[in-house]
């Protein structure tokens, strides 16, 4: 009885592997689950080959925006989605780090990398809001006004897209404010190398 109740549950687990076996994200993994608004969601890729993608992230002209160079600064980690994948299931699931969508809420609302919260961008030019975030990030100034980051979260920033400068301005931003550069992660790739790579998103309407 107990070898065929173990069988039963191999199978199980290949028949729900082998559903996201077709387009994988790397050699060894088929999806990874991670939380996002309380709820656990499987990110895996798109699982039809024929897919194509289409809407606002198939645009090439973008108006005075240019293509961003891999690192911000020397400090500062670049990644791409494996290591994004990693940081989602690492951190963000344990809740010692955090992504961060610096998109327009609207755009946020429609559709996002799962676990990731919204800052939208324009928040770089609000100081009093800049504090709650740091706050929120668990950064905090002290009486004196000395930014406390003992217990400051890992935070991946990503925006649009490899054409848009809105993680590295906000980055610099951090930075200027005494957040720790160890702490901060550049997903260069943005939103639309999310898509490209057919990657699971979420609504948060």
């Known amino acids: 009885m107990k070898k065929i109740i173990l069988g039963l549950l191999i199978f199980s687990i290949y028949s729900?592997?082998?559903k996201y076996d077709k387009v994988r994200i790397s050699p060894n993994t088929s999806y990874i689950y991670v939380y996002h608004k309380g709820k656990a969601v499987k990110v895996h890729r798109i699982q039809d080959i024929k897919h194509k993608l289409v809407g606002e992230y198939t645009k090439l002209y973008r108006p005075k925006q240019y293509i961003q160079p891999v690192k911000i600064t020397r400090k500062i980690k670049?990644?791409?989605?494996?290591?994004?994948?990693?940081?989602?299931?690492?951190?963000?699931n344990s809740k010692q780090g955090i992504v961060i969508d610096l998109r327009?809420?609207?755009?946020?609302?429609?559709?996002?990398i799962p676990s990731s919260s919204n800052i939208p961008f324009g928040i770089k030019d609000k100081p009093e809001k800049l504090e709650k975030v740091l706050s929120i990030f668990g950064a905090k100034r002290d009486a004196n006004g000395k930014l406390d980051t003992s217990e400051a979260l890992d935070i991946a920033f990503y925006?649009?897209?490899?054409?848009?400068?809105k993680s590295a301005i906000i980055i610099n931003k951090f930075i200027d404010l005494g957040y720790p550069i160890n702490k901060l992660y550049y997903y260069r790739g943005g939103f639309q190398m999310w898509k490209i790579l057919g990657l699971t998103t979420v609504s948060n309407n």
């Open 16 to 18: 729900i592997a082998g």
């Open 104 to 112: 327009e809420k609207y755009q946020y609302l429609e559709e996002s």
């Open 159 to 165: 925006c649009d897209g490899l054409w848009s400068n």
């Open 78 to 92: 670049t990644i791409g989605e494996i290591e994004l994948l990693k940081f989602m299931e690492d951190k963000s």
